[in-house]
T-cell receptor
Framework: GAVVSQHPSWVICKSGTSVKIECRSLDFQATTMFWYRQFPKQSLMLMATSNEGSKATYEQGVEKDKFLINHASLTLSTLTVTSAHPEDSSFYIC???????????FGPGTRLTVL | EDKVVQSPLSLVVHEGDTVTLNCSYEVTNFRSLLWYKQEKKAPTFLFMLTSSGIEKKSGRLSSILDKKELSSILNITATQTGDSAIYLCAVGANFGNEKLTFGTGTRLTIIP
């Protein structure tokens, strides 16, 4: 099956700093990548959808200036959490789609802890 | 707004039992329904269902979609402790827009 990697797998940072998370599709071209956030004991909440070479589409309630998404190539998307605060602590998961299908392949996730 | 509801929220059974997990949805322009298994990290894909009444099977797991009832079930037979996980149902809509809407999941615990 298609493989998606995420880096880092976990990060601890101080409040006010910015954190960048990378998502790569390793063996397929992800025309669309998705970023989710998952709080403990809750389901995945879609934050934004990004298409290669265009601006991301953010879900209602997600601040685009706080969660910067860049999808520079068909195999790489990045999520930058700017000026992170403790309430941003969560499990961030990316997934890639290969175009025209709903099947998504998930990365292993990044656990962010903001002190 | 698209909506996916899973039941039960949690389930505890003994090893060897058979379980049935439910998923119902309200989605505009339904395209597909997907089941994922989530253990400690990100979800792993189980099934994608697009046609009503056709069972998909993988080992002890099987799933079927009922478009008339806007629902799907996931069956696991002869459960093992390794089946303990959160099972997520997601629905995709709008061809060309691959966005998925996830349910809250069913937390399955298998007791040895």
């Amino acid at each position: 099956g298609a493989v998606v990697s995420q880096h880092p797998s976990w990060v601890i940072c101080k409040s006010g700093t910015s954190v960048k998370i990378e998502c790569r599709s390793l063996d397929f071209q992800a025309t669309t990548m998705f970023w989710y956030r998952q709080f403990p004991k809750q389901s995945l909440m879609l934050m934004a959808t990004s298409n290669e070479g265009s601006k991301a589409t953010y879900e209602q309630g997600v601040e685009k200036d706080k969660f910067l998404i860049n999808h520079a190539s068909l195999t790489l998307s990045t999520l930058t959490v700017t000026s992170a605060h403790p309430e941003d602590s969560s499990f961030y998961i990316c997934s890639g789609g290969s175009g025209g299908h709903n099947e998504q392949f998930f990365g292993p996730g990044t656990r962010l802890t903001v002190l | 707004e698209d909506k996916v509801v899973q039941s039960p929220l949690s389930l505890v059974v003994h090893e060897g039992d058979t379980v049935t997990l439910n998923c119902s949805y309200e989605v505009t322009n339904f395209r597909s329904l997907l089941w994922y298994k989530q253990e400690k990290k990100a979800p792993t894909f189980l099934f994608m269902l697009t046609s009503s009444g056709i069972e998909k099977k993988s080992g002890r797991l099987s799933s079927i979609l009922d478009k008339k009832e806007l629902s799907s079930i996931l069956n696991i037979t002869a459960t093992q402790t390794g089946d303990s996980a959160i099972y997520l149902c997601a629905v995709g809509a709008n061809f060309g827009n691959e966005k998925l809407t996830f349910g809250t999941g069913t937390r399955l615990t298998i007791i040895p």
